[in-house]
């Protein structure tokens, strides 16, 4: 069983409000990711982080900003949320060998922002 | 460009046929190939990679993929198919220099009708 949590699950928010999504795992894990996650489109990659104090772009550019205090914890913060937001956000860590080996999922953040 | 196709959207099988979902990659390195699967409400979950050796790989759940280099194609196979594999799949490529990240194609639903 995968212990990685993202919270909130579901989260509906106003424009120009700012927003944290949360992602925790006790695995141990180096690297951590966020991907985007939109109906009938790929994963886009949009942060990823090595380790404490590491973070980096991903593929998809991102008005979204991350940071990497602990080891366990990946948040992503919205500084002013936009309807084009609106999607789902999925966190994942692995081992030190990155995405090659295997990476573990959480649930998800579907956020939309009216 | 490095890609990911997976031609099918949607997928309806009975319970209990055979099922076969298609991926095709184009990739400069050497691929690493991942079949992933994503149930309603949850992250996604490794079923199976091929990095060398055998081109037939044996996952998890009963499910096999065959690399074919001549075709560039994973194609994710399950002789018997059960209702509780109804979800989405996605096949990845990955390799190279970069351990970081994963390409995803837009993802198979399938639907398994009794």
């Known amino acids: 069983e995968a212990d990685i949590y993202q919270t909130p699950r579901y989260l509906v928010i106003g424009t120009g409000k700012k927003i944290t999504l949360e992602c925790s795992q006790t695995?141990?894990?180096?690297?951590m990711y966020w991907y985007q996650q939109d109906p009938g489109m790929e994963l886009h990659l949009i942060h990823y982080s090595y380790g404490v104090n590491s973070t980096e772009k991903g593929d998809l550019s991102s008005e979204s900003t991350v940071s990497r205090i602990r080891t366990e914890h990946f948040p992503l913060t919205l500084e002013s949320a936009r309807p084009s937001h609106t999607s789902q956000y999925l966190c994942?860590?692995?081992?030190?060998?990155?995405?090659?080996?295997?990476?573990?999922f959480g649930q998800g953040t579907r956020l939309t922002v009216v | 460009a490095q890609s990911v196709t997976q031609p099918d959207i949607h997928i309806t099988v009975s319970e209990g046929a055979s099922l076969e979902l298609r991926c095709n990659y184009s990739?400069?390195?050497?691929?690493?190939l991942f079949w992933y699967v994503q149930s309603p409400g949850q992250g996604l979950q490794l079923l199976l990679k091929?990095?060398?050796?055998?081109?037939l790989v044996q996952g998890i759940k009963g499910f096999e993929a065959e690399f074919k280099r001549s075709q560039s194609s994973f194609n994710l196979r399950k002789p018997s198919v059960h209702w509780s594999d109804a979800a989405e799949y996605f096949c990845a490529v990955g390799g190279g220099s970069n351990t970081d990240k994963l390409i995803f194609g837009t993802g198979t639903r399938l639907q398994v009708f009794p």
């Open positions: 695995m141990g894990h180096d690297k």
């Open positions: 990739y400069g390195a050497t691929p690493y």
């Open positions: 091929y990095f060398s050796g055998d081109t």
């Open positions: 994942a860590s692995s081992e030190s060998q990155g995405m090659l080996t295997e990476a573990f």
